[in-house]
């Protein structure tokens, strides 16, 4: 492919500049590379000059011609990144025009690429107990108590706090991440990753890195029913873990199923290490349950740091409280799960945010624009930014990790 874009007319001493000098042009060049190199790959999100994208370069009488390598045929970003050189090209000082070729990497390129964004380390779980990647669990005990709407708001809002955040959605059978965040198009298309060899690509909404099953079901089966037992729903949740490039994250939320079928067993086995949120409603129904699902994670080896209670009583314009499903079935998990915990106070387990009903919460949703998005005094989206600043400021466990320390 070629493209070109007209640049501003040369200054009035552009002749003095361009005579055919070969320091000149070398440094034009160095300087139109160094321009280009800085370009961002939006999937990878890496200098493509760093990803060794870039191709050969010259320049003649203020003209560039720039050649650059993308990762596949059929780049999904090829058109963006495409733009990007042409303009950091343009605006480099004795530059008049620009031609972009554009070609695709070769498979033993593709391969040294991938080997360099898993930083040599053999595939596998990079998640593991030594990472510096915050592993967080968000659980229920029943459906319908709001706890995708909580990760993915929870998601967006620590990486409004500066943090780098990564989503799986590990609810196979009823995904609803992607709708959460957007990550569907207008014709009710999820937006699907790109893959290099067999390194997956996850899409990026509101600063979150995010696969689900969703975004690999067949065009015009979105809304399909997704049939699996045990060993297909194991394989998928490690194949998230494995090989979707999230590169280094500070948090990686797994969005789980209710209950604690397959998923929540698999899960134990990969990330023992691994921290519990747990979601309920004030509801009994809704609260018994969920001690069920927090002590099964206890079992592998997973610590439950707290407790979220949604759709809680919500403030009316005039100021009446409506508790549709009544109230303190937060505390009673919290409560229950701290008096079942043997290892001692220290690991007692608190009530972390009382969410309360909120129609603009729900609308967001449907909308696929987190309330934490944007700025909002809705009561609802205010206790989600304070729970992820909650978090955020907490310490992360120490247990099963390896301590660097020499007795004295």
Do not use: Y
């Amino acid at each position: 492919m070629r493209a070109r874009i007209p640049v501003r007319p040369p200054p009035m001493n552009a002749d003095a500049r361009l005579e055919p000098d070969d320091a000149l042009s070398a440094d034009l060049r160095a300087a139109v590379r160094a321009a280009v190199g800085a370009v961002t790959d939006p999937e990878l999100r890496q200098p493509i000059g760093d990803l060794d994208m870039v191709r050969d370069i010259r320049v003649t009488d203020g003209r560039a011609d720039v050649g650059i390598a993308l990762t596949i045929v059929g780049c999904p970003a090829a058109a963006r990144i495409e733009s990007d050189v042409l303009r950091a090209a343009a605006s480099v000082p004795g530059i008049d025009t620009v031609h972009v070729d554009v070609g695709v990497m070769t498979p033993a390129e593709r391969a040294a690429l991938t080997d360099r964004l898993r930083a040599g380390r053999p595939r596998g779980i990079p998640f593991t107990a030594d990472s510096l990647t915050r592993v967080i669990l968000v659980t229920s005990g029943k459906g319908g108590v709001g706890k995708s709407t909580v990760t993915a708001n929870l998601a967006v809002a620590l990486a409004g706090q500066g943090l780098s955040v990564g989503l799986v959605d590990a609810d196979v059978h009823g995904f609803s991440i992607p709708g959460l965040l957007g990550l569907v198009d207008p014709q009710g298309r999820t937006v699907r990753p790109t893959r290099i060899d067999d390194l997956i690509l996850p899409p990026v909404a509101f600063g979150v890195k995010t696969v689900s099953i969703g975004m690999f079901l067949r065009e015009g089966e979105e809304n399909a029913a997704v049939a699996w037992r045990g060993p297909m729903l194991h394989r998928t949740v490690q194949q998230f873990l494995t090989d979707v490039h999230f590169g280094d994250l500070d948090v990686l939320l797994l969005d789980m199923p209710p209950g604690t079928g397959d998923i929540a067993i698999s899960v134990g086995q990969l990330l023992p290490h691994a921290e519990v949120l747990v979601v309920t409603t004030p509801q009994t129904a809704a609260s018994d349950v969920a001690i069920r699902s927090a002590l099964v994670a206890r079992q592998t080896g997973q610590r439950v740091i707290g407790v979220v209670e949604n759709m809680a009583a919500m403030t009316l314009p005039d100021g009446t409280v409506f508790d549709m499903f009544g109230a303190g079935g937060g505390a009673q998990v919290a409560a229950a799960l701290s008096a079942s915990d043997d290892s001692g106070a220290a690991d007692s387990v608190p009530l972390l945010a009382s969410i309360p009903l909120s129609p603009a919460l729900r609308a967001a949703g449907d909308a696929g624009l987190p309330l934490t998005a944007s700025p909002t005094d809705d009561a609802a989206g205010t206790a989600l930014v304070d729970l992820a600043a909650r978090l955020a400021r907490s310490p992360r466990g120490l247990a099963g990790r390896h301590l660097t320390v020499t007795p004295g």
